[in-house]
């Protein structure tokens, strides 16, 4: 799949999908999804209809799926599913599970923290950091590898990572456990010429944030996951996230993820997550990721300046801030704008989304069954979570 075609018509199929995509380290999948028509304003969370969008998903290509969903103070959290395939066992309530690109928020805030900190800037060439790592670093600023407006080709599309990558479940064993370096994929990708000139068009691209992490590893003398603990993890007490390097497992309790390869069925929940890194590693839970983007939105982790220019879209990338996507949804006769990202690496997908004044969230997971469907129930489960 090509990188270089129509980047912005690419963006918005892609924002439609909503959950729909099962390939590794998805690009923003939430999308301006049409919702039912206006009903009358409801109180609280309305649990029956998005429990029926979660048995709906379960039934249509997801094994397993957790949600929890905020309306004012109050909150639900769901489950629907199995949390293995070959028997029925209860999806915990709020079970770990692997966020994929959710990662990149997290490290676009620390990146703004710095940024805060007056120890890079947002038009800072990479070169000035990061000398020599990008052929192209003199061209391509800090603001356009947060925005993925830097032109890197996506080192995802490059390597036999995902399982429909590859043609028989040994192949598949052979790559999935395999160690990766940052700067290994990072070179992989700027052997490929620039997709389009920095700066002129938007194009999803796990590259970037590698590129970020090394970004954070050089200003602040330690690992991008150690800086994120730092500065993200500890302070909000996320006790049930981690950035896990190359540990393999998934710390329990957890739901298992599928994928069917050369008609067999693997189970795909252990993987090392090093081939993601700081675009893609994190493992969190609803509750973690709820907190997260309640406490991002508020205020609590960066400046108003910087969070405005996190939420802030424009021309050239029109539904995507710094991490960030901006989502708008038709609800009836007006628009409801959410804020947040999506996640997908093999055997799991991952929402996190809120309003702005963070009165409405959702956060919701799910595991990949054998033969993914057509993962109905996603359009209205948002709907249902945002739109009255």
């Known amino acids: 799949m090509t990188t270089t075609s129509r980047p912005r018509t690419r963006h918005r199929r892609r924002a439609a999908a909503v959950l729909a995509c099962a390939t590794l380290l998805t690009a923003p ?15 609280g969370v309305d649990r029956r209809a998005a429990q029926e969008a979660l048995d709906a998903l379960t039934a249509t290509g997801a094994q397993a799926v957790q949600a929890r969903i905020t309306d004012g103070r109050r909150q639900a959290v769901l489950t629907s599913g199995s949390a293995h395939h070959d028997r029925r066992t209860p999806v915990p309530r709020d079970g770990r599970f692997r966020a994929g690109s959710i990662t990149k928020t997290f490290v676009a805030t620390v990146v703004l923290q710095l940024v805060a900190e007056g120890r890079v800037g947002l038009e800072d060439p990479v070169s000035r950091h990061l000398p020599g790592l990008l052929p192209d670093g003199d061209r391509i600023t800090v603001r356009m590898l947060l925005q993925h407006t830097s032109g890197l080709a996506n080192y995802t599309e490059l390597i036999p990572s995902d399982p429909s990558a590859v043609p028989t479940p040994g192949a598949y064993e052979q790559v999935r456990y395999q160690h990766h370096e940052a700067r290994d994929l990072i070179a992989l990708a700027t052997a490929r010429p620039l997709d389009f ?29 150690r800086a994120v603990e ?9 006790r049930s996230t981690s950035l896990p390097g190359d540990r393999v497992s998934l710390p329990p309790p957890h ?20 081939v993601a890194g700081a675009a893609g590693e994190l493992v969190s839970t609803t509750a973690d990721l709820d907190r997260f983007l309640d406490a991002l939105l508020d205020g609590e982790l960066l400046p108003p300046e910087l969070l405005a220019e996190m939420k802030r879209t424009t021309q050239v990338s029109p539904a995507y801030g710094l991490g960030l996507t901006v989502a708008p ?35 919701v997971s799910l595991t990949t069954a054998p033969d993914p469907g057509e993962f109905r129930g996603q359009v209205e489960l948002i709907a249902g979570a945002f739109c009255d």
């Open 29 to 43: 999948a939430i999308g301006a999804a049409a919702a039912p028509p206006a009903a009358p304003a409801r109180e």
């Open 197 to 225: 000139e920095p700066g002129t068009a938007w194009n999803y691209s796990n590259t970037g944030y590698l590129v970020l992490g090394e970004l954070v590893e050089a200003l602040t003398g330690e690992p991008y996951a």
């Open 230 to 238: 730092e500065r993200v993890l500890q302070p909000l007490r996320l």
């Open 255 to 274: 739901a298992h993820g599928y994928a069917r390869i050369d008609g067999q069925v693997v189970n795909v929940t252990r993987l090392n997550p090093s």
């Open 329 to 363: 949804l038709q609800c009836g006769t007006s628009v409801t704008t959410v804020y947040g990202h999506d996640g997908g690496i093999p055997g799991y997908l991952s929402t996190a989304l809120s309003t702005e004044d963070t009165d409405r969230r959702l956060v």
